[in-house]
């Protein structure tokens, strides 16, 4: 299954446009297809994710493509800080803003629309970071994350979350046949042709991400970027990788 040639010229010339579009008609069924389309895994990873930065007990976090703020709401439920979230897509951001409402957490959460590599917050603001599927839609992630390890207070907890590639032969000839056909059906079947589009980006797309950044060129990249006692941890079968380190003091 190829994705269209125009597709890809605009995800590699401009990948923050690229990712606006792509979100643009997805936010309302984001959370619970992104559920039922990982069977489940998608919210574990998350909860993982989160776990690594409880434990500086951050009073201000940021949740960096936040998406419609299903990890600001796992924040908010573990840690008593106040959550600024933010994400390019402002689609997005009004579906977060409607179920942090829902969830009696405006006092806590304030919603900013912005790019991940150019962040509107003054250097050392936050105690805690976290993003999410952030680094296949940035045009250097290595830039990124420097951007974000900026933001952070020494000895502040930053993790992030993102789709890998099993590095097994079974396991990555299953994750392709999943990520190239069934993602893709089983998208359009259950959120229509937004959902379609979008999985039929997402396998080749992750594929590309690693021929060029590969999970231990991301790992010194973070070390590079300022971010110590950097910990990788691979999930279901190498489908996903949670990445947490903490600012150099």
């Known amino acids: 299954m190829k994705i269209g040639r125009r597709i890809i010229r605009t995800y590699r010339e401009s990948p923050n446009e690229f990712s606006q579009e792509l979100f643009a008609d997805l936010p309302a069924r984001y959370n619970t297809l992104a559920e039922v389309l990982s069977f489940g895994q998608d919210w574990r990873w998350r909860s993982t994710m989160v776990s690594r930065v409880v434990g ?15 990890v600001t709401k796992k924040l908010a439920s573990v840690t008593s800080g106040r959550i600024v979230s933010l994400d390019l897509s402002q689609g997005m951001l009004a579906q977060g803003q409607r179920l942090v409402k829902r969830a009696s957490l405006d006092s806590r959460v304030s919603l900013v629309r912005g790019r991940a590599e150019q962040l509107p917050f003054p250097d050392a603001t936050f105690d805690a970071l976290t993003f999410t599927y952030l680094l296949r839609y940035v045009s250097d992630p290595a ?12 000895g502040g907890a930053i993790s992030s979350l993102e789709f890998a590639v099993p590095t097994r032969p079974l396991w ?8 190239r056909w069934v993602l893709p059906v089983g998208g359009l079947v259950t959120g229509g042709r937004a959902w379609w589009d979008a999985g ?9 991400h690693y021929r060029l950044y590969s999970v231990a060129w991301t790992r010194e990249a973070w070390r590079r970027a300022g971010i110590d006692h950097v910990e990788v941890k691979t999930m279901s079968l190498g489908g996903g990788v949670v990445i947490s380190g903490y600012r150099r003091e």
């Open 56 to 70: 500086v007990e951050p009073k201000l976090i940021l949740d960096v493509a936040c998406g419609p703020c299903a």
């Open 143 to 154: 830039e990124t994350l420097r951007e974000i390890a900026r933001v952070v207070k020494p």
């Open 172 to 179: 990555r000839i299953a994750w392709w046949l999943y990520t």
């Open 200 to 208: 039929r980006f997402l396998g080749p797309s992750i594929s590309r």
